[in-house]
């Protein structure tokens, strides 16, 4: 791993559905680009943050989004609480991008920290579950469209 990336993808974060491994793989990526951001002097990381952050969070509403369609199409029965934590999640992170597009207090390293803390957590414990539900169920195509 370089100095550069906080996170890199591995095998063992598969759920074993290709969409929903391209999106988590995709929210690494925008986690390990606001990590980059974290690098550099207070202004620039600031300024990169910026530019970076509302992308990051449009995409983990995509991809909530993406997941809680596929647990309804499929059924999951854990659905309610899976949302549930999607909901925390997305009101955490607004909440800190509030913050910091108002010039509070903001340590963009913790916050790219606990973005990665909790997504890598999310996919291995609640991910798993429901993907391995959907698998066991054998009913292919895996999709949202």
Not at 26 to 34: A, D, M, S, Y
Not at 37 to 56: N, V
Not at 121 to 128: F, G, L, N, P
């Amino acid at each position: 791993m370089t100095d550069d990336i906080l996170v890199e993808w591995n095998e063992k974060y598969s759920v074993g559905i290709d969409l929903i491994d391209t999106q988590h793989k995709k929210l690494i990526e925008l986690t390990n680009t606001l990590y980059k951001g974290c690098l550099t002097g207070e202004a620039e990381a600031r300024r990169y943050f910026q530019e970076t952050i509302q992308a990051t969070v449009d995409y983990v509403k995509y991809h909530f989004a993406a997941e809680e369609k596929l647990m309804a199409h499929f059924k999951y029965p854990d659905l309610i609480n899976h949302k549930g934590q999607h909901t925390g999640f997305i009101l955490k992170i607004l909440e800190d991008v509030k913050s910091f597009q108002s010039g509070r207090k903001f340590v963009p390293n913790a916050f790219v920290r606990y973005l990665k803390d909790w997504i890598l957590s999310h996919i291995a414990v609640m991910d798993q579950k429901y993907a391995d539900y959907i698998l066991n169920l054998n009913n292919p195509p895996y999709t949202t469209e």
